[in-house]
């Protein structure tokens, strides 16, 4: 048994090693010399595909934990789970919008791109599921966190942290990327574990299948993406959990074990994201829109996503056209800077809405700007407009 055991400790390394290989290799020049083409339609594909064999047919089989039973069931979760992305994508697209397909549709190209995901989706998934397996033995917390984070960081290209200038930007990257491909991880590593390979090739697989069949696409912004990215894996574990908890009849030992508290620990990191972006812990902070004063740039009901303005450089560098939100009072108010004037030695804003016919009657001074606009997301402020509509002192005081 120790034998085995050192054998199989041996056989997860060189697996890591491998997957180091390809990831090194896939964000190196590397590839400039083989060209992306090739790469993508015959050696990775072939590099993943030497490996489910040598996974399949010749390393010492390892067996999960679950029974037979429970892997049917958990593959239909893992399938209703794929539904429930797809159709949460569909509905973004149908908010913020639609675009074409960057993927090929000729026969030939759907072939390629076929090929190319499958082998790379079953030799990750298998992959996935014989680290958690061999290590069976192992504190059930550090296998999960270590297979986790190796998942995740081999998913996550090099070139995406090269658009990484700022705060700003890099909270673009952990909402848009770094944090869904977290939370699909985890959930999809969950999955493994109720329910073999198949169930997290089911589930990821329905979903790349809608993104390289699929004519046209969400054309979701950065947010869109990191709140659907984070939202459905996070609940979709939840529900997978708690319904295995209860087909094994193990709820009690499931807790006890911990499993329960990291099945909440993505939605506890959505809800404190939440909060720290509603309230403003972030450079980017969301703002509801409550009239048609910058119509049709923004309509009521939308959600503005605002950048902090705080530093003297930064008022210095608001400009002629640039919309901002400024404090009135107790309003908060988004209008175009229409003029920049001085006034005892001191810069100040006379602003107008781009739907008003006049422009503001007072100018602002840089104490009272709050921050600039950077997106618009269309409708989903429509909770706070209807509560803010039976407040008319807040419209009274917007001209037009």
């Known amino acids: 048994m120790v034998e085995q055991g050192k054998i199989y400790n041996k056989i997860v390394i060189l697996i890591v090693v491998y997957m180091i290989l390809l990831y090194s290799v896939e964000n190196s020049v590397i590839i400039n010399w083989i060209g992306s083409n090739l790469w993508n339609a015959w050696?990775?594909?072939?590099?993943?595909?030497?490996?489910?064999?040598?996974?399949?047919?010749?390393?010492?089989?390892?067996?999960?934990?679950?029974?037979?039973?429970?892997?049917?069931?958990?593959?239909?979760?893992?399938?209703?789970?794929?539904?429930?992305?797809?159709?949460?994508?569909?509905?973004?697209?149908?908010?913020?919008?639609?675009?074409?397909?960057?993927?090929?549709?000729?026969?030939?190209?759907?072939?390629?791109?076929?090929?190319?995901?499958?082998?790379?989706?079953?030799?990750?998934?298998?992959?996935?599921?014989?680290?958690?397996?061999?290590?069976?033995?192992?504190?059930?917390?550090?296998?999960?966190?270590?297979?986790?984070?190796?998942?995740?960081?081999?998913?996550?290209?090099?070139?995406?942290?090269?658009?990484?200038?700022?705060?700003?930007?890099?909270?673009?990257?952990?909402?848009?990327?770094?944090?869904?491909?977290?939370?699909?991880?985890?959930?999809?590593?969950?999955?493994?574990?109720?329910?073999?390979?198949?169930?997290?090739?089911?589930?990821?697989?329905?979903?790349?299948i809608f993104m390289y069949l699929a004519p046209i696409l969400p054309n979701m912004g950065w947010f869109g993406k990191g709140v659907i990215g984070i939202m459905v894996p996070s609940f979709a574990l939840i529900m997978v959990s708690e319904t295995y908890a209860k087909l094994t009849k193990t709820t009690k030992a499931y807790k006890s074990q911990g499993e329960s508290v990291w099945s909440w620990v993505p939605t506890v990191i959505l809800s404190i994201s939440i909060i720290w972006f509603t309230v403003g812990v972030f450079p980017i902070y969301p703002s509801a829109i409550a009239t048609g004063s910058m119509e049709p740039v923004i309509d009521p009901g939308d959600v503005v996503l605002m950048h902090k303005v705080k530093s003297r450089e930064e008022i210095n560098a608001l400009q002629v056209g640039d919309v901002m939100q400024f404090k009135r009072g107790d309003l908060l108010i988004v209008h175009r800077i229409l003029e920049i004037v001085e006034e005892e030695g001191q810069k100040v804003y006379r602003t107008k809405g781009d739907n008003n016919s006049v422009a503001d009657s007072e100018l602002v001074k840089a104490e009272d700007i709050k921050g600039e606009l950077v997106k618009v997301i269309p409708k989903i402020g429509w909770p706070t407009l209807m509560f803010k509509s039976n407040n008319p002192d807040i419209l009274e005081q917007v001209e037009f």
Not at 84 to 90: E, G, N, R, T
Not at 143 to 161: E, K, P
């Open 43 to 208: 050696v990775q594909p072939v590099s993943w595909l030497i490996l489910i064999l040598l996974l399949r047919y010749k390393v010492p089989r390892v067996h999960g934990t679950s029974k037979l039973t429970h892997q049917k069931v958990v593959s239909m979760w893992a399938f209703n789970c794929g539904v429930i992305y797809i159709i949460a994508s569909i509905l973004g697209g149908l908010l913020q919008g639609f675009g074409k397909s960057p993927y090929s549709h000729t026969p030939k190209g759907i072939m390629f791109n076929m090929i190319m995901m499958l082998t790379m989706l079953v030799g990750r998934e298998f992959i996935r599921a014989y680290l958690l397996n061999s290590l069976a033995r192992k504190e059930n917390t550090l296998r999960i966190v270590g297979v986790v984070i190796l998942m995740t960081i081999t998913q996550i290209t090099l070139a995406s942290f090269t658009t990484v200038t700022d705060i700003k930007s890099l909270t673009i990257l952990l909402a848009e990327k770094v944090l869904p491909i977290l939370c699909q991880n985890i959930l999809a590593t969950y999955l493994v574990i109720y329910g073999g390979s198949i169930s997290s090739i089911i589930y990821l697989g329905m979903i790349e």
